[in-house]
């Protein structure tokens, strides 16, 4: 399958900035990569742990992360000391986390996403195929066959959460070398379906609700990320499913497949497949394809 | 109870904002001018966490069906209460069978009703603020409509002795006049060409038609960007960049700046450039649409400054309203 090993990044030192008086933002470098990407989670968890006072909202991102703070309870620079001192102590590439691995199951080429992405082919690059073509042709497959198979594997981490509440922003957990890239549309469509699998530069999503978007179509997905009523089990503790630092597993179903589980979903007695595990950042970046492989069969 | 019988064009319950969940994409909504909620709740004798009805660009008609003690500050649309015109920034009685009617802004674009008790909805993950998006707090998570009923929060005390209580006029913003909104220029700010930062903190903006509780979306002169190779996964655009959180008050620019506002999308992949102090967000919140704005640019030590002496400010209404009995 390729190189069997992700070479961590050396990252630039990284830039506090002010977000106005109330939230402090700190770039650590401008490209993805899974070093930038743990770092972030790193951090973010350590300042979780410590309970920092004045902290407000902690949020990872995909290669920067953002705090918002109470000015009155502390100064930003105060903060950003102890942000600081937290970055100096941390060893990236020997690091670990709990977290969760889920199945989520995909029809790919679904009846929904084909007609909302045929219905907006004048704002795409390629006007005459579909999002599937033209990824794949773009990222050197032969077929859409060959580009779903490497969509599906190997896990995709959620290394940021946000836009709108549940929207996961996945980076599939292979070297650079065979991560998938693909850009958005050329002027982003003002419709696409909820529970969509999109991709757009080197990240998945699923859509939670219906409503704009600009990231290529390949299927849907017939569980929820996001449940407002928290109707399902799952949803008990929370409104929104998936968590920075999870690690999805995009799985093909068939249509029969698809229909049962949404029965199940809109019965309100779905239950997710996940199964708790702990993440160490130097096992995956030793032997990806090995650690992944190791990490899926938790929710065989 | 407060029967609404017209909703005005987006009118929400909103108090101070739900926090704690912005990870997760949720933003924290709550009242976009803090000052003039603020305000009014205190004039009621309630707690600044208290929920109002915030009223954009035309207000609402209701009747109440009990006695009820209320103030009305922010945007002046023009109260009256069974027909004859009230003040704002002023404490009101009104009795069971009652009416009062807003209607549309002359100055400023947000009104906020605040009643003594606070507006009484559920409170969805900490706050009674209304996120229409995916549809939680407020009255069932959406923009108040004809024959919506709004319970009255309880009273711990008969609020009537705050009749006739004002805030003098130093304490009155004056939104028509009031355009320029501070920044602390940064976070992402190294995409722009000199030429364009210089814009940014000195050309004259314009609220657009697209100016709402997400963002407010300026209309000025064409951002330029620093030519670079975009680095891996940030999109192929110029203005796009690897997907990063955004503050609340902080300008992105997909092409024509957006400030986003409370109930913000969270994060995104646009290039940032800057945030809207606190103090100054609500001030951009009064601005109708093609009134002009200018950013000027502060360090961190003034929009501290700022922050306090808005606390200041308030603590000296509180005072004023409460010393008064």
Wanted: proline share 6%.
């Amino acid at each position: 399958m390729g190189d069997d090993r992700i070479t961590p990044v050396d990252l630039p030192e990284p830039r506090y900035e002010y977000g106005g008086d109330d939230h402090v933002f700190v770039e650590l470098a401008e490209a993805m990569s899974f070093t930038a990407n743990f770092k972030a989670m790193a951090i973010t968890q350590q300042v979780a742990e410590r309970e920092i006072d004045g902290v407000v909202e902690n949020c990872p991102a995909n290669a920067s992360y953002m705090l918002r703070i109470d000015p009155d309870v502390a100064h930003p620079d105060t903060i950003i000391e102890e942000l600081r001192e937290i970055e100096a102590a941390l060893d990236v590439e020997n690091y670990e986390w709990e977290t969760r691995v889920i199945d989520v199951p995909v029809l790919f080429e679904d009846p929904w996403t084909h007609e909302t992405l045929m219905e907006f082919r004048d704002r795409h690059q390629d006007p005459d195929g579909t999002d599937l073509e033209y990824s794949a042709e773009l990222n050197g497959f032969d077929s859409v066959e060959a580009f779903i198979d490497a969509f599906v594997a190997a896990p995709h981490m959620v290394t940021m959460v946000g836009f709108v509440p549940g929207l996961p922003w996945c980076f599939q957990m292979v070297p650079r070398e065979r991560q998938l890239e693909v850009p958005k549309y050329v002027e982003p469509r003002t419709d696409t379906p909820s529970r969509a699998i999109g991709f757009g530069g080197a990240f998945s999503v699923i859509y939670p609700v219906q409503g704009a978007g600009g990231y290529q179509l390949y299927g849907r997905t017939p569980i929820e990320v996001l449940d407002v009523d928290q109707r399902l089990p799952d949803f008990e503790d929370s409104i929104v499913y998936p968590n920075p630092g999870d690690i999805l597993n995009y799985r093909r179903i068939d249509r029969e497949e698809y229909d049962e589980i949404r029965e199940e979903v809109e019965a309100g007695s779905y239950e997710y497949t996940d199964e708790p595990v702990t993440f160490s950042t130097e096992e995956f970046f030793d032997a990806p394809d090995e650690y992944n492989q190791r990490l899926v069969e938790v929710i065989a | 109870m407060i029967r609404i019988t017209d909703g005005g064009i987006a009118s929400t319950v909103q108090d101070l904002g739900r926090f704690g969940n912005y990870h997760i994409g949720m933003p924290p909504s709550g009242a976009m001018d803090e000052y003039a909620h603020t305000v009014a709740n205190y004039l009621v004798g309630n707690d600044e966490d208290a929920a109002t009805i915030e009223m954009t660009y035309q207000g609402v008609t209701a009747t109440f069906d009990e006695d009820a003690v209320v103030a009305i500050t922010g945007a002046d649309m023009s109260p009256t209460h069974n027909g004859d015109p009230i003040d704002t920034w002023t404490t009101v009685a009104v009795e069971a069978g009652d009416e009062l009617e807003l209607s549309f802004a002359t100055e400023g674009a947000r009104a906020y009703l605040a009643v003594a008790g606070g507006i009484d909805v559920p409170e969805v993950m900490g706050s009674r603020s209304t996120y229409t998006l995916v549809g939680i707090g407020g009255q069932d998570g959406r923009t108040l409509e004809d024959g919506d009923e709004l319970a009255i929060g309880e009273r711990t005390e008969d609020r009537r002795d705050l009749v006739g209580e004002t805030v003098g006029d130093e304490y009155v913003p004056e939104y028509a006049t009031e355009d320029t909104v501070r920044v602390i220029l940064g976070l992402t700010d190294y995409r722009l060409t000199e030429e364009s930062k210089a814009d940014l903190c000195e050309a004259e903006w314009t609220v657009s038609p697209e100016a709402d509780r997400v963002g407010y979306r300026l209309d000025g002169p064409d951002i330029e960007f620093e030519e670079r190779d975009q680095p891996f996964g940030a999109g192929t655009d110029p203005s796009n960049v690897v997907d990063l959180g955004y503050p609340v008050g902080s300008i992105q620019v997909p092409q024509k700046p957006i400030v986003l506002m409370q109930d913000a999308v969270t994060g995104g992949g646009y290039a940032t450039v800057g945030t809207v102090i606190s103090v100054d967000r609500g001030r951009l919140a009064q601005r109708q649409t093609h009134k002009s704005v200018y950013f000027e640019p502060v360090e961190i030590d003034d929009a501290l400054t700022a922050r306090q002496e808005r606390h200041d400010r308030l603590s000296e209404i509180r005072k004023e309203v409460e010393l008064e009995d």
